[in-house]
């Protein structure tokens, strides 16, 4: 219940002064003047309670985590079940309304609103108060939904037929782009301003027609790749490039790379061992590779655990038989260890699978671009239905390779066959792109 009229507080608290005049007139009373509120809070919204932020300096109540897409619709009617001050009285509306905590109420004046609903604190003493502005953002978007946009029609984006081998990178404010038919091609473009991105054709300088594209990666803020004779080159502009000699000869494979360490595969006397290196580029042998670990087609991402440290997980084909994805993990580049799934939670084999770590979540996709599969661990994939998929027109392009960018949005590209055109394509789930109150 709401009682109207101001005056009601009036006589409250001038009651209360009366009263005390009444008691031993030796004692002096004092009343508080702390008008500060000091905790707020709102029924669950779909089971959920969200915490309430107090800006004792703005005299602003708001959420920093914001309700759920359509939360307004359930804001018409709520209890406001916390909203503790030290004494006194709280009114609402024209501030002559006492508030009364416990009963449905409608906060829809809130939503979304910087000037905010005002709610008074009276004091006991009877002249003190401040007003508080409660503002309830909710979420504008839905934040579990991944967004896609056509970015093929960049400048200068290009035309001609995409390989099957085709590799897309992120190295700093810059997409790589590279194919391979014969002749690789190159591209890059400063993608810092998603709307105004203009890609440049590269002339190649040092880098062999044979490499191995799905080998190339990021590593120390440069590019590296291996060629069909096991030797290294680097690149720091994607253009020019340089020959390793510290890391070149036998290499099979690139795996991962971490922020101070490459990994790669080095065969030695006809044996495959893990290797890695640091900045010095000088490869340190490890483990030797066991049986089942994958060979070609190799993928990987690199994310940083909750306790600090860096975790590899990757996928690629094995010589070994198996009908489901085995991705492998380490935390070195040299000991690498399987996570097989279980066999009612698997991704199904394709002859090129991808993975990425996004949002807190592992993503598996194939070559087809049909469907994402996910899992929290590495270990239970489920395949996704609803709000994580594909561009349509990107289901079966000839060749297609995904980067992210440092402001969270997946990057891909889907090679052309001459009849279907080259198209690139950006996305990102919408929480990934809200910024924190």
């Known amino acids: 219940m709401r009682i109207k009229f101001l005056s009601v507080i009036t006589c409250f608290l001038t009651l209360c002064i009366a009263f005390s005049a009444c008691l031993d007139s030796d004692n002096d009373y004092k009343y508080t003047t702390d008008v500060s509120v000091y905790a707020f809070g709102i029924d669950t919204i779909y089971g959920k309670h969200y915490k309430f932020s107090i800006d004792q300096i703005e005299h602003r109540i708001f959420n920093r985590d914001s309700l759920p897409m359509y939360a307004d619709t359930l804001l ?24 009364v905590v416990g009963e449905a ?49 960049a400048k200068n984006f290009p035309t001609a037929p995409l390989n099957e081998a085709v590799k897309l990178l992120n190295l700093g404010d810059y997409l790589y782009l590279y194919s391979s038919n014969n002749e690789v091609t190159a591209y890059k473009a400063n993608v810092s301003e998603p709307t105004n991105v203009v890609w440049e054709a590269l ?95 190799i993928q990987s991402t690199v994310h940083q655990t909750t306790n600090g440290v860096y975790k590899s997980v990757l996928v690629g084909a094995s010589e070994k038989n198996s009908d489901s994805v085995i991705p492998w993990f380490s935390m070195d580049g040299n000991n690498w260890a399987s996570m097989e799934p279980s066999a009612d939670n ?30 929290p661990n ?47 394509w950006r996305g990102r789930i919408n929480r990934l792109g809200f910024e924190r109150q």
């Open 378 to 424: 590495g270990l239970v994939w489920k395949m996704e239905t609803g709000k994580i998929r594909f561009p349509y027109s990107l289901r079966d392009a000839l060749g297609y390779s995904a980067a992210i960018d440092k402001n969270n949005f997946i990057w891909i590209v889907g090679g052309g066959n001459g009849i279907i055109s080259n198209q690139l």
């Open 346 to 375: 698997y991704c199904p084999l394709t002859d090129k699978t991808s993975i990425i770590y996004y949002g807190d979540t592992y993503y598996l996709f194939d070559a087809g671009l049909y469907a994402f599969y996910s899992s």
């Open 76 to 99: 018409d009617s709520i209890v406001v079940d916390t909203f503790s001050i030290a004494a006194g009285a709280i009114t609402s509306g024209d501030m002559d309304t006492i508030f």
């Open 203 to 297: 002339t190649l300088d040092g880098m062999p027609q044979d490499v191995i594209l799905n080998t190339m990666l990021v590593a120390f803020d440069a590019l590296f790749v291996v060629a069909q004779d096991g030797n290294v080159y680097q690149s720091t502009d994607g253009a020019s490039w340089q020959m390793v000699e510290g890391l070149s000869g036998d290499v099979q494979a690139l795996l991962t790379a971490f922020p101070t360490t490459l990994a790669g595969i080095k065969q030695v006397d006809g044996e495959n061992y893990f290797c890695t290196t640091d900045a010095s580029l000088q490869w340190a042998l490890g483990e030797k590779v066991e049986e089942g670990f994958p060979t070609k087609n």
């Open 105 to 153: 109420v409608d906060l829809t004046a809130a939503v979304n609103n910087p000037v905010g609903l005002g709610f008074k604190v009276h004091a006991l003493d009877g002249m003190t108060s401040r007003v508080y502005r409660l503002t309830i953002n909710v979420h504008k978007q839905d934040p579990d939904s991944l967004i896609w946009k056509n970015m093929a029609s």
